[in-house]
């Protein structure tokens, strides 16, 4: 279980996440929407301490911080919670001098203390999940965008995280290539896996959604079922974000 209680980040007097709180189940997936530069990524890489929040408290699993502004969390505590996410981002961020094959082995090694052929086999089975089997030898500059995101898929359950979180995954890519990647969330959805999705595919969304909350200018505006977000959203500042991008 993933628990979030007044968490804000500022960077400097901009305050860019203002008190938000949260809660998502085992095997749920949330997805967040909202205007670009609402806090939606901020969110995100506060989750897994890529950004220190100012203030509030995460606990995914067993790990936990308790952020005071000011106060540098421990070391121990910041790996800790980071060991519980895997994180998708949306340029893929592979390592260019690594293949395919070892972009998946090296977070297992370095994290989780694997062997390489422990790493080996766990990295060939997730690169046979993704659909890239062929491509273990491939570098990423041999590698279209939409493969390349697979295998950032890939490398993030490699590290058998409790929560996957997928930074704008598509944002990236040639339309054409956008459904090879939804396609293989939608099936990670379908296992049961517990993950936390910033999109602007709103079908998508629609689909693969347990629950939705909708970020302005660094507060959850809405927060609510697919159906009802979609269907008859409360706020008004929903109803705007919404028919715009609908519109699209």
Do not use: W
């Amino acid at each position: 279980m993933i628990q979030v209680q007044n968490l804000t980040k500022s960077f400097g007097s901009s305050a860019v996440l203002k008190g938000i709180d949260m809660r998502l189940e085992q095997g749920s997936v949330l997805v967040v929407i909202g205007p670009s530069g609402s806090g939606k990524s901020t969110l995100l890489r506060c989750l897994n301490v890529l950004e220190v929040s100012t203030s509030g408290s995460v606990a995914i699993g067993n790990a936990s911080i308790d952020f005071q502004p000011g106060v540098k969390p421990k070391l121990a505590d910041v790996l800790s919670l980071r060991r519980q996410t895997g994180m998708v981002f949306q340029a893929y961020h592979l390592f260019p001098h690594l293949t395919a094959l070892q972009n998946v082995m090296e977070g297992q090694i370095t994290a989780l203390r694997r062997t390489k052929a422990q790493a080996r086999a766990r990295a060939r089975e997730l690169l046979e999940k993704v659909g890239l089997a062929d491509k273990a030898d491939a570098y990423p500059h041999q590698l279209s965008g939409g493969q390349q995101q697979r295998i950032g898929i890939a490398r993030a359950m490699s590290i058998d995280p409790k929560l996957l979180l997928f930074d704008e995954p598509t944002s990236a890519l040639d339309p054409e290539l956008v459904q090879e990647v939804l396609k293989v969330i939608r099936e990670l959805a379908k296992e049961g896996r517990t993950m936390m999705i910033v999109t602007h595919e709103m079908k998508f969304a629609r689909e693969v959604a347990d629950r939705i909350i909708m970020i302005d200018e660094g507060v959850i505006v809405e927060e609510g079922p697919p159906e009802q977000i979609f269907g008859s959203p409360r706020q008004e500042r929903t109803k705007q974000f919404l028919s715009i991008l609908l519109e699209k």
